[in-house]
């Protein structure tokens, strides 16, 4: 497998997850502004969205949306438990997993724009902090998002926990939510990413 990255997006996520799984896959870091790979050739061959993360499998075919294909990951690796095979516990996890891709995420919108104004980018600061202010409501005492078992969409929050400090975000408001930043960030499978990434030493 081939996983097409831009360092620090939420292709970290999917990142993450593949070292949780323990999967072989080839990372390749994509110049998202630019659609390009480090050959120079078109990303939007691969993916003509022009987003990340896009997962090439080993047969060729290409599964792009974070949720999808973090699902999927955790799939090909049953044995690291990352995700319920079935029943209501499994659609709790994928419940998470679109909230924190069609609320979460998509709320960051106008701050990744630079040409949003000033009143634009603090009005995405509100829309993102109402999010934190539900999610932190439901994460209550629960060392993760589902429970006590870290999941695809604790990967998924902890990169939009990590988007903060760039947008001028102060997560000391929602002390779960830095609890819980902390919590994820100290798993060895998160180092690893982060470190290919070039994001920590």
Excluded at 71 to 86: C, F, H, S, W
Excluded at 121 to 130: E, F, H
Excluded at 132 to 138: A, G, I, K, N, Y
Excluded at 176 to 193: D, H, K, N, T, Y
Aim: glycine share 6%; proline share 6%; with cysteine.
């Amino acid at each position: 497998m081939k996983l097409y990255y831009t360092p620090g997006a939420c292709s970290l996520a999917p990142h993450i997850v593949l070292h949780e799984a323990g999967l072989d896959f080839e990372p390749v870091k994509t110049d998202i502004r630019a659609k390009k790979l480090p050959d120079g050739s078109d990303y939007l061959a691969i993916n003509p969205k022009g987003a990340v993360p896009a997962l090439q499998l080993d047969d060729g075919d290409v599964l792009t949306e974070n949720a999808t294909v973090l699902q999927y990951i955790a799939d090909m690796a049953p044995e690291a438990g990352l995700i319920p095979a079935n029943g209501t516990a499994r659609y709790h996890v994928l419940e998470w997993l679109t909230y924190v891709s069609s609320e979460v995420h998509k709320s960051y919108g106008m701050l990744w724009n630079p040409a949003s104004s000033d009143e634009a980018k603090q009005t995405a600061r509100d829309l993102v902090g109402g999010k934190f202010d539900f999610v932190q409501s439901r994460l209550g005492d629960k060392s993760y998002l589902t429970g006590d078992s870290f999941t695809p969409a604790d990967a998924y929050m902890f990169v939009m926990l990590s988007w903060t400090k760039m947008h001028g975000i102060d997560l000391a408001r929602w002390p779960s939510l830095m609890a819980l930043q902390a919590r994820i960030a100290e798993r060895p499978a998160v180092q690893s990413a982060m470190r290919a990434e070039g994001l920590i030493q």
